[in-house]
């Protein structure tokens, strides 16, 4: 799974068969300092709640087509989720990164 912020929406009047009431997200994808990373993307809302601002992590390729009511339609990503709250550890430090600031054994 990953972060992205909503950035818009897409209305799209011819649809593939399972595609029917389906809601389309522009997202950006994040980094885990939360700054954007690559390019937009264009993912079916799975939860069907999410909106523009708003902060939602999102599954690619299989996982998406499996995450919508008719499994296995013709989608690459798939919003999953809205994020309520988040905690963001620093990433941990291995060997003699981490061994400087132990300090000798």
């Known amino acids: 799974m990953h972060l992205a912020t ?10 593939t068969p399972g595609l ?26 799975a939860v069907a ?8 992590y999102f599954v690619g390729s299989r996982e998406a087509a499996q995450a919508m009511p008719e499994p296995f339609v013709p989608i690459d990503h798939a919003v999953v989720g809205i994020v309520d709250q988040l905690a963001i550890s620093p990433p941990p430090t291995f060997g003699s990164a981490a061994k400087k600031k132990r300090g000798p054994s």
């Open 20 to 45: 029917d009431g389906i809601k389309f997200l522009i997202i950006q994808p994040l980094t885990r300092d939360l700054k954007p990373s690559g390019i937009p993307v264009i993912a079916a809302d």
């Open 49 to 56: 709640m999410a909106g523009p601002g708003e902060l939602v």
């Open 6 to 15: 909503v950035i818009g929406t897409l209305v799209a009047t011819e649809r």
